[in-house]
């Protein structure tokens, strides 16, 4: 397997500036980008299989979200969320300039699309008061919005047990002698995956735990738990209200991937995104519940024949 770029690009919180880390498979000329977005506790490094598949077409971009991987630790714990997630997307694709945007969102990373989206649609209200001056040219042109939106097993209702199950494990302080042991440790954890061979429980494992003064240890920042155990069933209701309006902002041809066995995204709520955006269609990945991990050749083909418009 070959190994992407890695880059950085500077973004702002209320807590100062951060670097926010991301790998660049493929052309850096091609204007055709497509961004894949991790989950609350992964990497970009999660794309690697599916960014060398695409890389051939486009130029693929794969960040560790703020707090996650190479990227720096936010200096409020409370700033870890969607919007700040959003703002710093917003300004990685503002530096890239694509052409076109394809997004890849794995649960958070599908949530921090619609919320992209929302902003996007904002922008583009042609009620929307603008200063005179720009009214004949052609700077919105740098507001891009995504033209096609793989949604992975996440959508606008997330289910309460499932919030409390990843709550769980976002908090405990876990940490191993050997890779080995992380590895076994990720198989037991993360078996809603579904079914992987060996040495994919040890991809999915090796930018998830890294080494660290004689141990394997979490790559993520620990205070993400603390922005977590907030959530309160007001905000929920909240959040999910909100999440439905932004879903509803998504104009490009949507794929729900949604596994058949996943606590997080019922069937009933892809039931309820299809009716709700006639511009979405869904795929059930037999076997598999949340979420799936797209390094499977099945899923890897589904997606990418999805991009290509299919």
């Given amino acids: 397997m070959s190994?992407?770029?890695?880059?950085?690009?500077?973004?702002?919180?209320?807590?100062?500036?951060?670097?926010?880390?991301?790998?660049?498979?493929g052309d850096p000329d091609n204007l055709d980008v497509v961004l894949c977005v991790h989950g609350l506790t992964r990497t970009g490094r999660d794309f690697d299989v599916l960014a060398e598949h695409l890389s051939k077409r486009f130029r693929v971009i794969c960040p560790d979200v703020a707090g996650?991987?190479?990227s720096?630790?936010?200096?409020?714990?409370?700033?870890?969320?969607?919007?700040?997630?959003?703002?710093?997307?917003?300004?990685?694709?503002?530096?890239?300039?694509?052409?076109?945007?394809?997004?890849?969102?794995?649960?958070?990373?599908?949530?921090i699309a619609l919320t992209y989206a929302a902003l996007v649609a904002q922008a583009k209200d042609p009620d929307r008061q603008v200063p005179p001056a720009r009214q004949s040219t052609t700077i919105d042109d740098a507001i891009v919005p995504i033209s096609r939106l793989v949604l992975n097993d996440v959508g606008p209702r997330i289910e309460a047990p499932s919030l409390a199950r990843i709550g769980q494990y976002l908090a405990e302080p876990k940490s191993f002698a050997s890779f080995e042991e992380a590895v076994q440790y990720m198989k037991e954890t993360a078996a809603s995956f579904g079914p992987h061979s060996d040495p994919q429980w040890e991809m999915l494992t090796r930018h998830y735990f890294v080494p660290s003064h004689g141990k394997?240890?979490?790559?993520?920042?620990?205070?993400?738990?603390?922005?977590?155990?907030?959530?309160?069933?007001?905000?929920?209701?909240?959040?999910?209200l909100m999440l439905w309006q932004a879903y509803q902002c998504v104009q490009a041809p949507t794929l729900i991937m949604h596994g058949e066995q996943s606590d997080l995204l019922l069937a009933d709520t892809v039931d309820a995104m299809l009716a709700a955006n006639p511009h979405a269609r869904a795929h059930t990945v037999k076997g598999v519940g949340h979420a799936p991990s797209l390094i499977v050749q099945d899923q890897i083909n589904v997606v990418s024949r999805f991009l290509d418009g299919d």
């Avoid at 890695?6 to 702002?12: F, Q």
């Avoid at 100062?16 to 991301?22: E, I, K, P, S, V």
């Fill in 68 to 70: 996650r991987g190479l």
């Fill in 216 to 240: 394997w240890v979490k790559h993520y920042d620990p205070a993400i738990a603390m922005a977590f155990a907030g959530v309160t069933p007001e905000l929920i209701s909240q959040g999910e």
């Fill in 72 to 111: 720096d630790w936010l200096a409020q714990p409370l700033s870890y969320a969607v919007p700040q997630y959003a703002a710093d997307m917003v300004a990685l694709i503002s530096q890239l300039q694509p052409k076109t945007l394809r997004w890849v969102g794995t649960s958070m990373g599908g949530l």
């Fill in 3 to 25: 190994a992407p770029r890695v880059k950085t690009i500077a973004c702002a919180s209320p807590g100062g500036l951060h670097r926010m880390a991301y790998y660049d498979w």
